[in-house]
C-alpha cells in the first residue's frame, strides 16, 4: 500500500509559470523526499526534508513539510519544458526507515 | 547517470516462466532496494538488502525472491510468471543502510509478461 497520495494527479503549465504539487501521507515519518521520474525512465532525487524542518530549498525547488497535517508541498519556480515529468514523494516512518514509500505521482505537463 | 547498472533493460517472456534481473549498485553504496512501478500499482517496495543481508521486507510475493552478493550486485528472481507480473522492475542503492537517505535508481528492467 501506498503511503502518500500526491495532487493533483496531473498539471499542465505554460513556460515560465510556477508548478505545486501536494503530497499527504498517512503516518509518523523520519523524512519526506520527492524525486522526478521522466517517462519510463529511473526516477532522480530532487530534494529531502526532515521531520523537524518546515521548509527547504535547492534551486527552483522550494519543499515544505507540515508534520500536524501530514503533508508537503513541491513548488518548481519559472518552470521550463523539461521540468515535464512525473513527480513523487517519498516517506519513511519511524521503525522502518529502511522502507521507503512513494507517493501516486504527479504528472507535470510544461507547455513551451 | 546514477551509477546503477539493471540488465537486462527489456524482458520479455510467457506466462509460467522464470526470470532473473540483475541490478550492480552505485561503487560504495552497501544497500540496494528493489522496487516494482505498474500503471494500477504504482511504485511498490518489494525488498531491501544491505551489505548481503535482507534488511526490509515489502510487498515482495512468495514468487519472487532476491540476493545481494558478496560483490554487492543483487539479483531479483521471478517465478511462475503471471500477466499481472508484467511491470518495471527498478533497482536502487545508498551508502546507508539503517537510515533513509537518498536513493540512487536504475534506468529499470521492463518485464513483459504475455
Known amino acids: 500500500s501506498q503511503q502518500g497520495e500526491e495532487d493533483p494527479q496531473a498539471l499542465s503549465i505554460q513556460e515560465g509559470e510556477n508548478a505545486t504539487m501536494n503530497c499527504s501521507y498517512k503516518t509518523s515519518i523520519n523524512n519526506l523526499q520527492w524525486y522526478r521520474q521522466n517517462s519510463g525512465r529511473g526516477l532522480v532525487h530532487l530534494i529531502l526534508i526532515r521531520s523537524n524542518e518546515r521548509e527547504k530549498h535547492s534551486g527552483r525547488l522550494r519543499v515544505t513539510l507540515d508534520t500536524s497535517k501530514k503533508s508537503s508541498s513541491l513548488l518548481i519556480t519559472a518552470s521550463r519544458a523539461a521540468d515535464t515529468a512525473s513527480y513523487f514523494c517519498a516517506t519513511d516512518a519511524p521503525g522502518a526507515t529502511n522502507k521507503l514509500i512513494f507517493g501516486t505521482g504527479t504528472l507535470l505537463a510544461v507547455q513551451p | 547517470d546514477s551509477g546503477v547498472t539493471q540488465t537486462p533493460k527489456h524482458l520479455i517472456t510467457a506466462t509460467g516462466q522464470r526470470v532473473t534481473l540483475r541490478c550492480s549498485p552505485r561503487?560504495?553504496?552497501?544497500?540496494v532496494y528493489w522496487y516494482q512501478q505498474s500503471l494500477d500499482q504504482g511504485l511498490q517496495f518489494l525488498i531491501q538488502y544491505y551489505n548481503g543481508e535482507e534488511r526490509a521486507k515489502g510487498n515482495i510475493l512468495e514468487r519472487f525472491s532476491a540476493q545481494q552478493f558478496p560483490d554487492l550486485h543483487s539479483e531479483l528472481n521471478l517465478s511462475s510468471l503471471e500477466l499481472g507480473d508484467s511491470a518495471l522492475y527498478f533497482c536502487a542503492s545508498s551508502v546507508v543502510g539503517t537510515r533513509s537517505g537518498e536513493l540512487f535508481f536504475g534506468e529499470g528492467s521492463r518485464l513483459t509478461v504475455l
Open positions: 561503487s560504495g553504496d552497501l544497500s
